[in-house]
């Protein structure tokens, strides 16, 4: 693991999604792994820490994610954009080769089955809370984060610091068709 | 209604919600009117459009969109920052003039009973698609989008433009404590 990768307690997890970025979801069944891009992550709780996600019947990833109990959420950063949008546009159903076309490396973290995107800003690690209506009615999942890990370069001390961060740390929003916004400027209310 | 604020067709509406932008969620019930922060909102469909919302238990809000069967979901800007926070800190439940102590402004659209707040960017109004487990359970609500509006002045033509619209149209995303991110710059994948 390098260096920079440092665990995140688990009651600041939320803090990882709270802001609303674009998620690549992975995960590994019977030796087979694969990576998403989905943008429809969202906290459920804070402790345990839960979240959502929705995976359609198309993906190949929801398979893996069924079979295996288990996902990892990431954080694609700016410099991953292309990235992003290639995992979001290829399927692994019909191009086998999807990952080694993207170039995406992929790194291992003990205990967790998924594999872990390297050069994003922070996993997390969850276990399938099964529910099956919620999963065939709507494709929505829910999961328990078992562990987080984030780049200290970004994130450290239970929170964002993309205003001094190198540009190219910055989480990216997707709207539709390859359009995102990068996170902005901070702001704090003073009411807080 | 102002002039500035046109309907969203129904296929563009998760548009609205896909960078993942902080909310205020109201309802209206039995002569009540509520409205709270929430950030934990989500698209969850395309066609027909709905979303996920996180409703605590101890949210008078949650009560009213249970009352009622429906809701308002909309979109703060950095103008309305410290009204973010205050609709999110204080409760109707121990302060019943919390709506006229924050200074939020009303509007009214017809056919849709919750109130929705001037000066936000985008409106979804939505009916509740009852899940008596995933509300008890995960304080988890779906909505079914029936009518969404958006001020020209920021969305139109079916997309954001906080890239060219006045800085104080941007969304806002909470992180945690009143320390939010304005969204920032707008960035388009190669291979899109």
């Keep these: 693991m390098h260096d920079d990768i440092l665990p995140v307690p688990l009651d600041k997890a939320y803090r990882l999604l709270n802001h609303g970025p674009t998620a690549l979801v992975s995960a590994r069944h019977d030796g087979v792994d694969n990576v998403m891009a989905a943008a429809w992550v969202c906290a459920l709780d804070f402790a345990p820490p839960r979240l959502t996600v929705v995976l359609d019947k198309s993906t190949r990833t929801r398979a893996l994610v069924e079979a295996s109990g288990s996902f990892v959420i990431q954080l694609p950063t700016v410099r991953q954009l292309e990235l992003t949008q290639a995992l979001g546009h290829h399927s692994l159903h019909v191009e086998p080769d999807k990952l080694a076309r993207t170039g995406v490396s992929l790194m291992r973290m003990e205990g967790v089955a998924a594999p872990l995107v390297q050069g994003c800003s922070a996993w997390l690690a969850c276990r399938l809370l099964p529910e099956p209506h919620n999963q ?11 562990a987080a890990w984030a780049d200290v370069r970004v994130f450290r ?10 540009p190219g740390w910055r989480s990216i929003h997707h709207v539709a068709g390859g359009h995102f916004y990068a996170i902005g ?8």
Tied chains: 1, 2.
């Design 185 to 192: 400027e901070a702001m704090g209310a003073q009411g807080r």
């Design 157 to 166: 001390d239970g929170r964002w610091h993309f205003e001094t961060a190198d």
């Design 136 to 146: 065939q009615a709507y494709d929505l999942f829910i999961g328990e984060v078992t």
